[in-house]
T-cell receptor, first 114, second 115 residues
């Protein structure tokens, strides 16, 4: 079956530090890959996506590149801010699933200190 | 602004009560989902629906049922609430179009406490 593995948290960084959150996946076929972010007290919201190999998704200074050869979709940001403190979820959606049902990683909690 | 609306942000219920969690979306999405979120366990899929009156079990359906009588509304029912169902419940929806699959819109969540 499909699975997503994220680096374990929590991750604590100082403001302006470089962020990497690792995500690897297992899936049959050619899945689409996503990063979602959950701010405190809220639901998840889509941060970025990539639908095919070598695509780069980007939004709000965050980037992730779909690497089929390493089955990875690592999230990066060059300079984090306190407002980036949140839980980040990696997810995949495979065409062989009913209703496009997505598989989520367990989430990585990021805390950015001033 | 497109939305998934969950009827309650916080809910406190007694053990044994029948509990209804309501979710409404205004995007004409075909697919709707119910998850629970617990610390250290990530998101766990309870049930999902890909059409009106259609439903499928997710990973943890025991103790829950769902209803989808209209396209925009997906209800989660706890038949007899128990303390181990205390959790954050998240509703989501997505489109079945080729470009929309996997792009979920989530509600803000309902934090349910069963006492």
């Amino acid at each position: 079956g499909n699975s997503v593995t994220q680096m374990e948290g929590p991750v604590t960084l100082s403001e302006e530090a470089f962020l990497t959150i690792n995500c690897t996946y297992t899936a049959t076929g050619y899945p689409s890959l996503f990063w979602y972010v959950q701010y405190p007290g809220e639901g998840l919201q889509l941060l970025l996506k990539a639908t095919k190999a070598d695509d780069k998704g980007s939004n709000k200074g965050f980037e992730a590149t779909y690497r089929k050869e390493t089955t990875s979709f690592h999230l990066e940001k060059g300079s984090v801010q306190v407002s980036d403190s949140a839980v980040y979820f990696c997810a995949l959606s495979a065409s062989n699933t009913n209703a496009g049902k997505s598989t989520f990683g367990d989430g990585t909690t990021l805390t950015v200190k001033p | 602004d497109v939305k998934v609306t969950q009827s309650s942000r916080y809910l406190v219920k007694r053990t044994g009560e029948k509990v209804f969690l309501e979710c409404v979306q205004d995007m004409d999405h075909e697919n709707m989902f119910w998850y629970r979120q617990d610390p250290g366990l990530g998101l766990r899929l309870i049930y999902f629906s890909y059409d009106v009156k259609m439903k499928e079990k997710g990973d943890i359906p025991e103790g829950y049922s769902v209803s989808r009588e209209k396209k925009e509304r997906f209800s989660l029912i706890l038949e007899s609430a128990s303390t181990n169902q205390t959790s954050m419940y998240l509703c989501a929806s997505s489109s079945s179009t080729r470009g929309g699959q996997g792009i979920y819109t989530f509600g803000s969540g309902t934090r349910l406490t069963v006492v």
